[in-house]
């Protein structure tokens, strides 16, 4: 049983280990937990300093693995720009359920939280164009200047592929330091169970036991984010758009759904999502072989929902004001954050930090959060694998609309 426990596939157990313990610590060492927060700072910190090397690799690998030059043509540009529309509908879809549920309010704490950092005024949209194109992109590197590492991780990988058989150096070896990025990344997730459990006893000792409450709301506003987007951004359209029937759709999800909960990875669901997209949806293999991985790599409605819940629930945990120019720039944001998001099993934790991170918002939320994350990461992958699903049908139907005007 102890093996068991210490098996890769179940990290998610290990933390909730960490969480209970930290949640007795907090109760019976209240200052001991208080002074010991500075293990959990070096978790969030070992995090922090993944963010780059995760968001270089999996954009580079995923446009040069995915990208054939000679599919990038209609289906190309109408998946993404589909994926994007999807994308930002799941976001206000989510943002609406967010302000509804309002997860960080009315929650009594013995302590109430503070948080003395600065978020910044309204959003200049011209200074973040600005920034997105730097003239130092080194200087973005050591500055974890995320959205400007993005875009030249894009730019660059789209020229190797345009340049053919000459950049394959430049693939392999991007291909091989991404594996080993992301078995680095595995090792500091492994140091979760202690983080977290510092974290915890830290939020127990520091806001007393009202902090279970706001992390219960909080995951149940994110399960309803994702069951709104769900029938509002796919089911409805693909019904009315594609002439599916609503069981036979649903039927195809549930089968997809027992994959996504269950590994909680894009990736290792793509053979069922291909096999139930084809076989019991009929959809195109000659589509259905493009877009879904495609989707696999940057469509992440589930992100939406993640980003949306998360940003609202922290700047209500702490007292901040979001505006309506932050909240466009958030989405507009994390449009391109997750386009990066790595294909594992609670990775979505790092891009959490960095999409609070870059909104200069307090991170410190992220230790209870990783431990139900779990429960959280089960919700957006299969809203993650789902929509690519949706996506490829309503592809597969303007195709198949295409083909009927061109003959």
Same mark, same amino acid.
């Given at each position: 049983?102890?093996?068991?426990?210490?098996?890769?596939?179940?990290?998610?157990?290990?933390?909730?280990?960490?969480?209970?313990?930290?949640?007795?610590?907090?109760?019976?060492?209240?200052?001991?937990?208080?002074?010991?927060?500075?293990?959990?700072?070096?978790?969030?910190?070992?995090?922090?300093?993944?963010?780059?090397?995760?968001?270089?690799?999996?954009?580079?690998?995923?446009?040069?693995?995915?990208?054939?030059?000679?599919?990038?043509?209609?289906?190309?540009?109408?998946?993404?720009?589909?994926?994007?529309?999807?994308?930002?509908?799941?976001?206000?879809?989510?943002?609406?359920?967010?302000?509804?549920?309002?997860?960080?309010?009315?929650?009594?704490?013995?302590?109430?939280?503070?948080?003395?950092?600065?978020?910044?005024?309204?959003?200049?949209?011209?200074?973040?164009?600005?920034?997105?194109?730097?003239?130092?992109?080194?200087?973005?590197?050591?500055?974890?200047?995320?959205?400007?590492?993005?875009?030249?991780?894009? /730019?660059?990988?789209?020229?190797? @592929? !345009?340049?053919? #058989?000459? $950049?394959? &150096?430049?693939?392999?070896?991007?291909?091989? %330091?991404?594996?080993?990025?992301?078995?680095?990344?595995?090792?500091?997730?492994?140091?979760?169970?202690?983080?977290?459990?510092?974290?915890?006893?830290?939020?127990?000792?520091?806001?007393?036991?009202?902090?279970?409450?706001?992390?219960?709301?909080?995951?149940?506003?994110?399960?309803?984010?994702?069951?709104?987007?769900?029938?509002?951004?796919?089911?409805?359209?693909?019904?009315?758009?594609?002439?599916?029937?609503?069981?036979?759709?649903?039927?195809?999800?549930?089968?997809?759904?027992?994959?996504?909960?269950?590994?909680?990875?894009?990736?290792?669901? /793509?053979?069922?999502?291909?096999? @139930? !997209?084809?076989? #019991?949806? $009929?959809? &195109?293999?000659?589509?259905?072989?493009?877009? %879904?991985?495609?989707?696999?790599?940057?469509?992440?409605?589930?992100?939406?929902?993640?980003?949306?819940?998360?940003?609202?629930?922290?700047?209500?945990?702490?007292?901040?004001?979001?505006?309506?120019?932050?909240?466009?720039?958030?989405?507009?944001?994390?449009?391109?954050?997750?386009?990066?998001?790595?294909?594992?099993?609670?990775?979505?934790?790092?891009?959490?930090?960095?999409?609070?991170?870059?909104?200069?918002?307090?991170?410190?939320?992220?230790?209870?959060?990783?431990?139900?994350?779990?429960?959280?990461?089960?919700?957006?992958?299969?809203?993650?694998?789902?929509?690519?699903?949706?996506?490829?049908?309503?592809?597969?139907?303007?195709?198949?609309?295409?083909?009927?005007?061109?003959?």
């Amino acid at each position: 049983m102890i093996k068991a426990l210490f098996r890769k596939e179940n990290l998610y157990m290990r933390i909730a280990i960490g969480f209970a313990a930290g949640v007795l610590l907090g109760l019976l060492a209240p200052q001991f937990s208080v002074e010991t927060k500075v293990i959990g700072d070096i978790y969030l910190s070992l995090i922090k300093m993944m963010i780059i090397p995760v968001l270089i690799c999996a954009v580079m690998t995923g446009i040069m693995n995915a990208a054939d030059p000679a599919s990038l043509r209609r289906i190309g540009l109408k998946t993404v720009a589909l994926y994007i529309v999807m994308f930002l509908a799941s976001f206000a879809v989510s943002f609406a359920v967010a302000m509804a549920v309002r997860p960080g309010l009315r929650t009594s704490f013995g302590n109430k939280p503070e948080y003395t950092g600065e978020i910044g005024g309204p959003v200049d949209f011209s200074e973040v164009l600005r920034e997105i194109f730097p003239d130092n992109i080194f200087a973005a590197f050591s500055e974890n200047n995320i959205l400007p590492v993005i875009i030249f991780s894009m /730019l660059l990988a789209i020229a190797v @592929v !345009s340049i053919g #058989d000459r $950049g394959k &150096p430049v693939k392999d070896l991007m291909n091989s %330091l991404s594996e080993a990025v992301f078995r680095m990344l595995s090792y500091v997730m492994e140091t979760s169970p202690l983080g977290v459990m510092s974290l915890i006893a830290f939020s127990v000792a520091e806001y007393g036991p009202g902090i279970f409450m706001a992390i219960g709301k909080y995951v149940l506003c994110c399960w309803l984010a994702c069951i709104a987007v769900f029938i509002i951004v796919f089911l409805i359209p693909v019904v009315a758009y594609t002439g599916t029937g609503a069981r036979k759709f649903l039927r195809a999800c549930g089968k997809i759904a027992l994959m996504t909960m269950a590994t909680t990875s894009s990736s290792a669901t /793509l053979p069922t999502t291909i096999k @139930v !997209s084809t076989e #019991d949806l $009929g959809a &195109p293999e000659s589509i259905s072989n493009f877009t %879904l991985p495609l989707g696999c790599t940057i469509n992440m409605c589930g992100g939406a929902c993640s980003f949306c819940c998360l940003a609202l629930f922290v700047s209500d945990f702490y007292g901040l004001d979001l505006t309506p120019g932050r909240i466009v720039a958030m989405a507009a944001a994390a449009t391109v954050i997750n386009m990066a998001a790595p294909g594992i099993p609670g990775g979505g934790i790092v891009l959490m930090t960095s999409f609070l991170t870059m909104f200069a918002m307090p991170v410190d939320l992220l230790g209870p959060v990783a431990a139900v994350y779990r429960l959280l990461d089960m919700a957006f992958t299969t809203i993650n694998v789902e929509g690519d699903v949706a996506a490829n049908l309503i592809i597969a139907k303007s195709e198949e609309k295409v083909l009927k005007l061109q003959s």
